[in-house]
T-cell receptor, first 115, second 114 residues
Framework: AQKVTQAQTEISVVEKEDVTLDCVYE???????LFWYKQPPSGELVFLIR??????QNEISGRYSWNFQKSTSSFNFTITASQVVDSAVYFC????????????FGTGTSLTVIP | SAVISQKPSRDICQRGTSLTIQCQVD?????MFWYRQQPGQSLTLIAT?????????ESGFVIDKFPISRPNLTFSTLTVSNMSPEDSSIYLC???????????FGPGTRLTVT
C-alpha cells in the first residue's frame, strides 16, 4: 500500500529562520514521483517540485531546497530565511508511474511564519 | 500553465440538499480529477472524469453520491448529493500538465453543510 506521512501537523517559526518540513513515503514500486505542493489561505494548490525515484540529486531553488533520500524514504523540504508569505499548508505527494495520475497526499504541514 | 476556475467558490447548504460544482479549464484536457479535502485533512481522489465516458470512482466513493458530468474537454461538474455535515469539505478539480506528471489544481469550492 502507498502512504505519505507528514508527521509535523503545525510549525511556527519567526521570520528569517530556516525551517524543514518532513515527508516520509511508503511504496513497493520502484518507479514513482514525489511532489511538494503549497496551499496558501486562498486554497489553490501550487506546484513546487517534482522528483522521480531515479534521481536522488538534491535541488535548490532560491530559498527552497529539497533533500531526497531513498534509503530512508524521505523527501524533506527546507525553506531558508523564511518569510511571512511562506505561511501556508504544504503537502507532500506520491505518484506511482503505473497508476496514471492518482496522487497519494500526505496530511499536510501548516507553516506559520511570524513577522 | 492551465487556468482552472471553479464555481461556486464557497457555499453553505442544508442537510439533504444537493450542490453541483463546476470546473472550467482554459484548454482542452483529456482527464480531469475531482478531489475532496476534509477539514484539516489531506486530499483524497474522488474520481477521474474522462470526456465521452463514465467517470471512474475511487474506493469509498459512488456515483449515486457524487455524480460527475464531462460534456466536453474543458468542463466538468461534480454533484454532492443528499448532503450531510460529513460532506463539509473543500472540493478541488485538477488537470494534468501536458507531457508531465504534474497537475494543476483549481482554487477549490468550500462547502459547509448544516
Amino acid at each position: 500500500a502507498q502512504k505519505v506521512t507528514q508527521a509535523q501537523t503545525e510549525i511556527s517559526v519567526v521570520e528569517k529562520e530556516d525551517v524543514t518540513l518532513d515527508c516520509v513515503y511508503e511504496t513497493r514500486d520502484t518507479t514513482y514521483y514525489l511532489f511538494w505542493y503549497k496551499q496558501p489561505p486562498s486554497g489553490e494548490l501550487v506546484f513546487l517540485i517534482r522528483r522521480n525515484s531515479f534521481d536522488e540529486q538534491n535541488e535548490i531553488s532560491g530559498r527552497y531546497s529539497w533533500n531526497f533520500q531513498k534509503s530512508t524514504s524521505s523527501f524533506n523540504f527546507t525553506i531558508t530565511a523564511s518569510q511571512v508569505v511562506d505561511s501556508a499548508v504544504y503537502f507532500c505527494a506520491l505518484l506511482l508511474s503505473n497508476t496514471g495520475n492518482q496522487f497519494y497526499f500526505g496530511t499536510g504541514t501548516s507553516l506559520t511564519v511570524i513577522p | 500553465s492551465a487556468v482552472i476556475s471553479q464555481k461556486p467558490s464557497r457555499d453553505i447548504c442544508q442537510r439533504g440538499t444537493s450542490l453541483t460544482i463546476q470546473c472550467q479549464v482554459d484548454s482542452q484536457v483529456t482527464m480531469m480529477f475531482w478531489y475532496r479535502q476534509q477539514p484539516g485533512q489531506s486530499l483524497t481522489l474522488i474520481a477521474t472524469a474522462n470526456q465521452g465516458s463514465e467517470a471512474t470512482y475511487e474506493s469509498g466513493f459512488v456515483i449515486d453520491k457524487f455524480p460527475i458530468s464531462r460534456p466536453n474537454l474543458t468542463f466538468s461538474t461534480l454533484t454532492v448529493s443528499n448532503m450531510s455535515p460529513e460532506d463539509s469539505s473543500i472540493y478541488l478539480c485538477s488537470v494534468p500538465r501536458t507531457n508531465s506528471y504534474e497537475q494543476y489544481f483549481g482554487p477549490g469550492t468550500r462547502l459547509t453543510v448544516t
